[in-house]
Structures are given as structure tokens and as C-alpha cells.
């Protein structure tokens, strides 16, 4: 599923899972004879994301290495303004920057089929961050 669909990780993981439940219920039920994904060594467990946290000095410290401008942004929203990369990233133009109303529009091609093909980041929040030259 993760090479021929294209899916992450998790995803194909949290399929194959439900696939692997209807088929037990299909068994107790006596519709099936076996379960074809009930199969030796394939784990069905989402991994949980990374809940550490990493202070500010870090995030700056880090800002400071990248080797370029364009890096130090490409890290930047992806660390303050939480956009995916490299899906949302590639899609923003400068007509997604609003200065007027402190805002950036952040579009979603991961999102967009539930509906929330994007949403709106306030610049404010990087007034705080002094910008490293």
C-alpha cells in the first residue's frame, strides 16, 4: 500500500489494521475460512509522534547553522508556522502574505480532501523571533 497508493507509514499501518478486524469479525461470523492479513512480522501500531520538547536557544541555535537564508526559512515555518514539508511549503507564493492583516495562508494537499485545504497563520507570531542576518 505505502509504494503502489503512496501512503505513509502510519497510514497503511492504521488500513491494514482495520482490514486485518473485518476479517476476524468475518471469521467469527463464519463468512471466511482465514484471514489473509493476519500475517507473521507485519505490525499494524501507529507510532506516536515525538512529544519532546525543544526550547527556543535550540531552535535559534539551529537557525543560526543553517547554511543559508533560504534554509534558515525552510526551517523557521516549518518549526513556527508548522507546515509540511515539502508539500505546503512549495505551494506558498507571495500572494499568501498578507501584511496588512499579519497573516500567511498556508495551503494543504494532505488536508484538502477533508475539507481544510488550508488555513491562516498569523505573522505576529514571528515578531517575537529575532531574524538571524
Given at each position: 500500500m505505502r ?5 505513509g507509514?502510519n ?10 478486524e ?19 512480522g507485519i ?20 537557525i543560526?547553522?543553517c ?9 523557521a ?25 499579519g497573516?500567511?495562508?498556508i ?10 485545504g ?10 517575537a ?5
Amino acid at each position: 500500500m505505502r509504494t503502489t497508493k503512496g501512503l505513509g507509514d502510519n497510514t497503511a499501518k492504521r488500513k491494514f489494521g482495520r482490514m486485518r478486524e473485518v476479517f476476524a469479525e468475518a471469521i467469527e461470523d463464519g463468512k471466511v475460512a482465514s484471514n489473509p492479513f493476519k500475517v507473521k512480522g507485519i505490525k499494524v501500531a501507529v507510532g506516536a509522534a515525538s512529544e519532546t520538547y525543544i526550547d527556543e536557544a535550540t531552535i535559534k541555535e539551529v537557525i543560526e547553522h543553517c547554511p543559508t537564508t533560504e534554509w534558515k526559512l525552510l526551517f523557521a515555518f516549518a518549526r513556527y508556522v508548522s507546515c509540511r514539508m515539502p508539500s505546503e511549503i512549495e505551494q506558498l507564493t507571495w500572494d499568501d502574505i498578507n501584511l496588512n492583516k499579519g497573516t500567511i495562508l498556508i495551503k494543504s494537499p494532505k488536508t484538502k480532501r477533508y475539507g481544510k485545504g488550508e488555513r491562516m497563520v498569523p505573522i505576529n507570531r514571528w515578531t517575537a523571533i529575532q531574524a538571524t542576518p
